[in-house]
């Protein structure tokens, strides 16, 4: 088997000094490149924890996080932050976006920060995303003027700013109603297809997990199951 | 632009408000601080140029003499009698002018023969203090010519230049004969010139200017000169360089700060009291700009950590607030400048002395403008450091789990 892009291996994490809470026992967990998994689970079974260390956003308490092979844990917040812009793209459940910027600026901003000013090329990729998701005509809409639907998509396209090899999506489509939920999560589907960027989601919307490539289900801080998908 | 300019710009304009009210604070404490600086120094400024408009910066003059006891024996002398200072020249004095003349920070000096005489017009006398001058070298020490009411400032030959009291206690003016007699039984006839007014009673009184030869010779002081007045560039160094001039030429050298002690004590604790007041400003400006920030991350946590989970680095967003807290301090200087000479100049122009200048002159120049500038700016980046390490701090997982 290939390398995998993302591995954790034995991750534990726990919260508070006193009475300690033990969010996440052992979890060991691959996910491939251009992958397209779904990470379930009951509210509380600890799914954003697991998705906060997956995306080097917080340290595990025990056990490795290796990305491209790379142990995560000896490297200091700059390079994790350095690394973060690199290779991972993050969507959120309350889209997000920055309300100081437009929609074009939003895509705009990881470049920048990763390049530190704005270089030839970015704004036409800027643009370029936007077209891809449908709102090339929004592109100077504040984000605040924008619908929710197309909010979660403009975050779509800035995840994807800097070419990740793996987006994070925290129940992308939750606050969404089902239509919009359904074409944004097709958004997701073809960029997965057309870039081979990998995707894990997680969600608790069993009809979107079955539309995944792999479902992984965490009750309690353990994956419980694993399954392949319906749809390829 | 550099993203974090971008960003931080974008967090300024967006937050219309909190800015335009951080701005006006700012603008508030820099035009006080401009305003009590242009006053202060005006003020100041006004005051030095009174006191020297008739006061050389250092007078040098022959030292004191002592009495040296003979020691003749075993008797040791009980008491020492002082002597009578009596009037005598410098010796060597043309030297001792070159040398001054050439000392770094000396702008001009010039010779005086200075004593007591009595100007006589009838029965009318009055005690005067006779000053025998050489009439350029002393209009570049202190300038009579702009302070003359009547006549010119010419000394030459049997010529006198006096006050308006003395003109109005004897009942003369330009073209008159005057009569000075000196306490050595001398006397001699001259023509007025000119009569001054120095802005000083006294002064306009006593003072008579004649020529160095004239003077010598009522004096009984041929070929000497009693003092050498210098003048200086930076008045605060006169002290230090009459220092260096008693050093060099070994005679007594006297500062105007040595002669008027109680204006310079008095100038020193305005300058205190202003410097007091203007650093409480900074501060408090210092607070507010900081207090304003630190909401302003609050309010901004989410944003802060979606940048971070984007891979915004801890120095980037430090650069962030910095940038701002530094924006903040410059622009709002600038409004303050503005505000600060607008009331200096209005201030000014509400109290006019009789002779149409201003009671309380103000000073205000670029150097002032920059300095306000300047402190306002490291202010406003100093202020912004907590905002930004608290900024620095924020865990990006927490934010955009709760926030």
């Known amino acids: ?232 | 632009m550099p993203f974090t300019w971008l960003v931080a710009l974008r967090f300024l304009r967006e937050g219309r408000f909190q800015t335009l009210l951080i701005l006006s604070g700012v603008g508030v404490g820099v035009g006080v601080i401009v305003f009590l600086s242009a006053l202060i120094s005006g003020l100041q400024t006004s005051l030095v140029d009174r006191t020297l408009g008739t006061q050389p910066h250092i007078v040098m003059r022959a030292p004191d003499d002592v009495v040296r006891p003979a020691r003749q024996g075993p008797a040791v002398a009980a008491r020492l009698e002082p002597p009578a200072q009596r009037l005598r020249s410098i010796l060597a004095w043309q030297q001792a002018l070159s040398t001054v003349r050439a000392l770094p920070g000396v702008t001009a000096a010039a010779p005086i023969v200075g004593g007591a005489a009595f100007a006589v017009r009838g029965l009318a006398n009055r005690s005067v203090a006779l000053r025998g001058v050489d009439g350029p070298s002393y209009a570049r020490i202190i300038d009579i010519e702009p302070r003359l009411v009547a006549g010119a400032f010419d000394v030459s030959g049997t010529r006198a230049v006096i006050g308006t009291e003395l003109a109005k206690d004897l009942g003369i003016g330009v073209g008159d004969k005057l009569r000075i007699e000196t306490p050595i039984g001398r006397s001699d006839v001259f023509l007025v010139s000119g009569v001054f007014d120095v802005g000083n009673k006294d002064l306009n009184l006593r003072w008579v200017f004649v020529s160095l030869r004239s003077a010598q010779t009522l004096l009984d002081l041929v070929g000497g000169v009693s003092t050498i007045e210098v003048k200086v560039a930076r008045i605060f160094d006169a002290e230090a360089i009459a220092g260096e001039i008693s050093g060099r030429t070994g005679l007594v050298a006297e500062s105007w700060m040595r002669l008027n002690t109680q204006l310079l004590v008095g100038l020193r604790s305005q300058s205190a009291s202003s410097w007091m007041i203007q650093l409480f400003v900074v501060v408090a400006v210092a607070l507010g700009i900081a207090s304003v920030l630190v909401v302003s991350v609050v309010q901004k946590s989410r944003e802060i950590g979606i940048l971070k989970a984007m891979g915004t680095s801890t120095r980037q967003v430090v650069r962030i607030f910095l940038i701002q807290g530094a924006l903040v301090g410059l622009v709002g200087s600038v409004a303050g400048v503005a505000f600060g000479s607008g009331l200096a100049l209005f201030f000014a122009s509400l109290a006019k002395n009789p002779d149409g200048s201003a009671t309380f002159p103000v000073e205000l120049g670029p150097g002032l403008f920059l300095a306000a500038a300047a402190v306002a700016t490291v202010t406003g980046l100093l202020s912004a450091v907590a905002p930004a390490r608290r900024a620095a701090r924020l865990d990006p997982a927490e934010v955009i789990r709760y926030g």
Do not use: W, Y
């Not at chain 1, 779509?156 to 919009?180: M, Q």
């Not at chain 1, 073809?190 to 965490?218: Q, S």
């Open chain 1, 1 to 232: 088997m290939a390398e995998p892009l993302l591995l954790l291996e034995g991750v534990t994490k726990s919260f508070g000094d006193g009475v300690v809470t033990h969010v996440l026992h052992g979890i060991d967990l691959a996910v491939g490149r251009g992958e397209f998994a779904a990470l379930i689970g009951p509210s509380g079974s600890g799914k954003s924890t697991l998705l906060h260390i997956l995306g080097l956003l917080d340290r595990p308490t025990a056990g490795r996080v290796l990305l491209e092979g790379r142990d995560t844990g000896p490297l200091d917040d700059d390079a994790r932050t350095a690394l973060r812009g690199r290779a991972l793209g993050f969507v959120f459940q309350f889209h997000h976006l920055l309300p100081e910027f437009t929609a074009l600026e939003n895509v705009l901003l990881p470049m920048l920060a990763r390049a530190g000013r704005e270089r030839p090329g970015m704004r036409a990729r800027a643009r370029a995303l936007l077209d891809a998701i449908g709102l090339s005509e929004r592109a100077s809409f504040r984000a605040t003027d924008l619908s929710g639907g197309q909010q979660q998509r403009v975050a779509i396209a800035r995840a994807l700013a800097n070419e990740p090899l793996l987006v994070l999506a925290d129940e992308p489509t939750g606050n969404l109603d089902t239509e919009t939920g359904a074409n944004a999560f097709e958004m997701l589907r073809r960029f997965n297809r057309e870039l081979g960027t990998a995707f894990l989601v997680v969600t608790h919307d069993m009809r979107i997990a079955d539309r995944c490539d792999r479902v992984v289900e965490l009750v309690d801080g353990r994956i419980r199951a694993e399954r392949r998908g319906g749809v390829g």
